[in-house]
């Protein structure tokens, strides 16, 4: 992992505007109580499940935390499936090669490597945990293709519904050791702060050493406490509700993310987002989580048509309907505005009303709500954002700049993803990656060299901004850093974020503070930082790659083959750096 970069932007301006000063701490009461652990694991998706049970064979005592309950989560909603390199006649070294391809030159080829070659084994673990994927008549995992993709390597379960079955499968093992006085699960608890240890000699944060949490008024540990522990693993997932609309779930608010950033944890990739090229479209003014059409729709030969009926992506794409996600949302957004149309129509009539519903159950059933019939209608679909390729940036076993934190996940910048995440690659990365941050921890930890420190008040300003505001963040992130970005756009943005009031919990409004520190406001807070920090991204990345589409610079540009990363100076001003990929 290289953080040492060629050309830093550490001015006092980026592209002639202000460098944002961001909090260093979220405005809450001090921690009420205290909870010790080996290690910490944030989040109840793919990842942190995976990191929890594997700690708990490795280490005397692991704490996993979550937002919600067990079973919550964006793993849940992967309608997919989870790549890997089962069948005989496909190899990792082709798997590589897509994946690569996909993240337009910015993967770091050693985590591909990871990824690809391990893959296979965790997946089969994952059935010895109880996964049950769908089965050919041979009895072998059943595969099928997803777009990007030039082999069947994409296992599924219940049709369209892998995430939900291995989130079951999941769960149920860590259901089955609760009494096991080497782990405590804590549901509903929102992770505030990352804890850190007093600040070395260059100012910087000390070692991570927990977290602080509010327990949503469960049981007798409610409020705000610290979990204190050797490592803290974030696996808090993506940034969904930083947009007007997402397929995301809604707990999925940045918090990890902003939290590492908060604490001095390095960010990379923010700028990547992917849009989902076909959500279901339900008019212009529905917020919220969207209904997702997977991609292995398209996968099993459904057709993209615009508002006139006209076929398009063969034109675009010799990869048509299953060229990578970037390229077909990208295309879909161009087309739209040629037709003047707000969506475009997803055509799987002609694969036959009775295959659809058996192979695509979830989306039958969720289409249906809305009076669509997958097997007779067309589909209104427009892209929404889905997946965030870039994040705290980790090694190949998850460790982050700060010593103690890891990373995996969405919520992590491996590299594996680059510019654009090759479809159902993420499942597998949280695989992959918290088996690897498992065996490292538990190394570091049976050594000595991750050991309990203590927390120590970082410099800086607290902040808090007030619920109300968040429709108002959510609106700039989807107008500046969206689908198609410019500079003029984004330079909006900015300025638009910079002017959100982050001090709510001591401004003044008719004599009553605007908001007090409560969990609403302690995700609109993360949603603000996260914005600030991806546009501020996006506006320094003056081409277009991947899930970064630029109007003003619409080519792919050789010198921009290299990582953006961004951290908070010593005076918590945000720094953008040019870094080279490993």
Known sequence: MTTTDARPQTGETVDGLPRP???????????????????????????????????????????????????????????????????????????LVDTLVAGGGLCDPRAVEVLVTEGPARVRELVARGARFDRAPDGRISLTREGGHHADRIAHAGGDATGAEISRALVAQIEAVRGDPGIEVIEHALVLDVLTGPPGPDGRPGPACGVTIHVIGEGQRDGVGAALGKAVVLATGGIGQVYRSSTNPAQATGDGIAAAL???????????????????????????????????????????????????????????????????????????????????????????????????????????????????????????????????????VGRTSLTGLYAVGEVACTGVHGANRLASNSLLEGLVFAHRAARHISDEVARGALRHGEPSVRPGDEALVAAAARGRVQRIATDGPGVLRDGPGLRRATTALAAVPTDAHTRLDDGRLLAAPQLAEWETTNVHQVATVLTAAALAREESRGGHARSDFPEQVDEWRLRLTAR?????RLTLHRTPID
Not at 51 to 61: D, G, I, M, Q
Not at 276 to 305: C, D, F, I, M, N
Not at 348 to 370: K, V, Y
């Open 21 to 95: 000063t961001l909090a260093t701490r979220l405005a809450a009461p001090a921690p009420g109580w205290t909870v010790e652990a080996d290690a910490v694991v944030v989040g109840s998706g793919i990842a942190g499940l995976t990191a929890a049970l594997e700690l708990r064979t490795r280490v005397p005592r692991v704490l996993l935390v979550t937002k919600d309950r067990l079973a919550s989560g964006s793993t849940v909603w992967a309608q997919g499936g989870i790549a890997a390199a089962l069948d005989p006649s496909d190899s990792p070294s082709a798997h």
């Open 262 to 396: 908060r604490a001095g944890a390095v960010l990379g990739d923010v700028e990547f987002v992917q849009f989902h090229p076909t959500v279901l479209w339900l008019g212009a003014g529905v917020k919220g989580q969207l209904t997702l059409v997977s991609e292995a729709v398209r996968g099993e030969g459904a057709y993209l048509l615009d508002t006139d009926g006209v076929r398009f992506m063969p034109d675009v794409h010799p990869m048509a309907e299953l060229a990578p996600r970037d390229v077909v949302a990208h295309a879909i957004v161009r087309r739209m505005a040629a037709t003047g149309s707000e969506h475009v129509w997803l055509d799987a009539r002609h694969l036959g009303a009775s295959f659809l519903r058996r192979r695509f159950p979830t989306i039958h059933e969720r289409l249906a709500e809305h009076d669509i019939d997958l097997g007779k209608d067309l589909v209104p679909v427009a892209p929404a954002q889905h997946y965030h390729s870039g994040g705290v940036v980790a090694d190949l």
């Open 568 to 572: 908070l100076d010593e005076d918590a």
